[in-house]
């Protein structure tokens, strides 16, 4: 697998509303231990649109291991110009210090937001440009991840197109692994 398009829930769907919450640090390991497994695979590129939660943190966590896996690549490929436009501040910043270590950043529509449908478009980008999608996400718990989900489930059908998930049972293994070192 050389493409990994990365998505999964937002930061409010979590409960999470401060950039310094605990949980964010086992999040971000959980992506980790994930990547890690992906990159001694070949794994090349992540694949991102930049939206606050899953994908940011996913972000920050490949800079991190870029020091080990300096091949390591980021792409954000935004849905439309101008997405964070309306975010608040501490969000606007850490937007711009993603976007700012980004091998690669594009946006899809080349213009602001219009309508649903460019959210569409991106997910359909995304599943055709990948090699395979990993979700922070748990069927569990719907949340705005299900769409791209969608997308990526007709495309397995069609080819076998690989799913993986993050759900919450891997984020409790996650905290208890690291509460045993």
């Known amino acids: 697998m050389k493409v990994l398009a990365i998505t999964g829930y937002k930061p409010f769907e979590l409960g999470i509303f401060k950039q310094d919450d605990k949980a964010l640090y086992y999040i971000k390991k959980a992506i980790k231990n994930r990547l890690i497994a992906f990159l001694d695979e070949g794994l090349e590129w992540i694949l991102i649109s930049g939206q606050l939660g899953t994908e940011l943190w996913a972000a920050e966590a490949a800079y991190d291991l870029q020091e080990e896996y300096?091949?390591?690549?980021?792409?954000?490929?935004?849905?439309?110009?101008?997405?964070?436009?309306?975010?608040?501040?501490?969000?606007?910043?850490?937007?711009?210090?993603?976007?700012?270590?980004?091998?690669?950043?594009?946006?899809l529509t080349h213009r602001p937001y219009e309508s649903p449908l460019q959210f569409k478009q991106k997910n359909q980008f995304f599943i055709d440009k990948s090699d395979g999608l990993l979700l922070l996400y748990d069927p569990e718990k719907e949340g705005s991840p299900k769409y791209m989900l969608g997308t990526a489930e007709k495309r397995r059908e069609q080819d076998g197109y690989p799913i993986y998930f993050i759900t919450m049972d891997d984020l409790r293994v996650t905290v208890e692994e690291d509460s045993y070192l």
């Open 70 to 107: 300096p091949d390591l690549k980021v792409a954000v490929i935004t849905p439309f110009y101008e997405q964070e436009k309306n975010w608040k501040e501490p969000n606007k910043e850490l937007y711009e210090a993603v976007l700012a270590q980004a091998d690669y950043e594009a946006s």
